[in-house]
């Protein structure tokens, strides 16, 4: 039994700790920002590219 409740109290603290980084990601917007900082980069990339166009 005492086994069984270790590994059952493992299972929810690792639970938590997930749900608890989720939320934090989910409050502050994180993952937002993130794209945002990532379009940024990526367009500095792309507007150095000399572009050619002909019609």
Avoid: E, P
Wanted: charged share 20%; with cysteine; net charge positive.
């Amino acid at each position: 039994m005492c086994k069984a409740f270790k590994i059952i109290s493992k299972i929810i603290a690792i639970l938590t700790a997930i749900v608890g980084v989720l939320f934090v990601v989910y409050f502050w917007n994180l993952d937002q920002k993130l794209l945002g900082w990532a379009y940024v980069q990526v367009n500095k990339i792309f507007d150095r590219k000399k572009v050619d166009i002909k019609f």
